[in-house]
């Protein structure tokens, strides 16, 4: 069964800081893997996705992430962060095309300092 | 593009009491549809999944139901609430042949 593991729940920095935050799965074929934020009483939105090709895909709001399958990781990375980032976020698997099961991890919620 | 209505947003209703939270779809033809109920610091738990109108499948055995009656409408039930149904429920929906799922805003249900 697949799986995902965000190893820090809470994560603070100062804004402009950089930021990273860590996902690591665990799955036995190439995974689908998405990146979700969620503000304050709010839906998910989806920030990026990887199924293949480049390793590094851009997202919206100037995110970014690496797939490596050696680590089985897909960190989520922003250069600079601003103060509207603070939110929860998520990390998400999925096993292939059409599939239905979409695992979540238990989400790394961000605080930034102004 | 694609959106997902909830309503309503919240709720407070007594335990015992029946519950009906609704999700509609546009932007989209036959979607799967996804319940979701997210505790805090427990991320997001799936609850039902829709592949197409009438088709319901379940991933947790609990007090509560889904039914699709029309291919852009899902609805979560209940006949009875439990306290232990307090929480904020997502509906979700994919587009057939993609894999990422898009949200709606929510429901937070508190059940006193």
């Known amino acids: 069964a697949q799986s995902v593991t965000q190893p820090d729940i809470h994560i603070t920095v100062s804004e402009g800081a950089s930021l990273e935050l860590r996902c690591n799965y665990s799955?036995?074929?190439?995974?689908?893997l998405f990146w979700y934020v969620q503000s304050p009483g709010q839906g998910l939105q989806l920030l990026l996705k990887?199924?293949?090709?480049?390793?590094l895909v851009q997202g919206i709001k100037g995110f970014e992430a690496e797939f490596k399958r050696s680590q089985s990781s897909f960190n989520l990375r922003k250069p600079s962060v601003h103060w509207s980032d603070a939110a929860e976020y998520f990390c998400?698997?999925?096993?292939?095309?059409?599939?239905?099961?979409?695992?979540f991890g238990k989400g790394t919620k961000l605080s930034v300092i102004p | 593009s694609q959106t997902i209505h909830q309503w309503p947003a919240t709720l407070v209703q007594p335990v015992g009491s029946p519950l009906s939270l609704e999700c509609t779809v546009e932007?989209?033809?036959?979607?799967?549809l996804y319940w979701y109920r997210q505790a805090a610091g427990r991320g997001l738990q799936l609850l039902f999944y829709?592949?197409?109108?009438?088709?319901i499948s379940s991933e947790v055995p609990q007090n509560l139901s889904a039914s699709r009656p029309q291919d852009r409408q899902f609805i979560l039930s209940s006949k009875k609430l439990l306290l232990s149904d307090s929480g904020f429920y997502l509906c979700?929906?994919?587009?057939?042949?993609?894999?990422?799922?898009?949200f709606g805003p929510g429901t937070r249900l508190t059940v006193l």
């Open positions: 799955y036995g074929a190439t995974p689908y």
């Open positions: 932007g989209t033809s036959n979607p799967n």
């Open positions: 998400a698997v999925t096993s292939g095309a059409g599939s239905y099961q979409l695992t």
């Open positions: 829709s592949v197409g109108i009438g088709q």
């Open positions: 979700a929906g994919q587009r057939l042949s993609y894999n990422e799922q898009f």
């Open positions: 990887y199924f293949s090709g480049d390793t």
